[in-house]
C-alpha cells in the first residue's frame, strides 16, 4: 500500500512571501495555498460595474462604509484569507496584525460567478463567509446570463433570506447598506457570451 504524502503546511510568514513573490493571486487556508484562476473580460467588467453603483449608492447615502474590490483580502480567520471581487465594511475597518492588508469585517461581500469558480462562491466560500460576525449579504452575480443572487441574513436572524433578479429593469435593495442599485447598472456594456 502507498502512503500518501503529507501536504506541507504553509506559515503565514511564507504564504506573504510567496504571494510577494507571484504574478498571481494566492489564497490561504489553513496552511494552504492556492493559486486564483484569472478571470475574462466580463468578469473584469462586471467587478468593476458592482464596485462602481456600490461606491457610489453608498457615497450618496453619506454613510460611513467603504467598497473595497478584488485587490484587498477578506480574513475569513486569522487562518484563512480569500480574496472577492467586492465588498464593503461599515464602521472602523479591522485586520488581524499578521495580515493588515485582510479585512475581517465585511458586511456585504460580492462574488461575479466564473465557470470555474461558481460551485466554490455557492458552497464553500459562502460557508466560510457566513462565520464571519459582521457578515449580512452575499451576492452572486452571473457574468453567463442576467442574474443576480441576494442572500441575506438580518441580524440575530438564524436563516439567510434570498431573492433573484433576472430583468435589466430589476432594481436591487441591499438591506445591509441600505441602498439600492439596478442591473442596468451592473450589467452595462457587457457581452452575453455562448
Known sequence: MVEATPKHKYSIEEYLEM???SLEKLEYHEGEVFAMAGGTLNHSLLSNNVSRCLGNAIIGKGKSCRTYNSDAKVAVSDEKYVYADTF????????FPEMPHAVK???LIVEVLSDSTA????????QAYQ??????????????EILVEV????ENAIFWQYRSYTKIEDIIELKSVDVEI????????WEKTV
Open 119 to 126: 460551485l466554490y462562491d455557492r458552497q464553500g466560500k459562502f
Open 19 to 21: 504571494e510577494a513573490n
Open 88 to 95: 464593503v465594511v461599515c464602521g472602523k475597518t479591522e485586520t
Open 151 to 154: 442572500f441575506f441574513k438580518p
Open 105 to 107: 469585517n465585511p458586511i
Open 131 to 144: 462565520t464571519i460576525t459582521s457578515f449580512r449579504e452575499y451576492i452572486l452575480v452571473s457574468q453567463n
Open 182 to 189: 439596478s442591473l442596468n447598472d451592473i450589467y452595462l456594456d
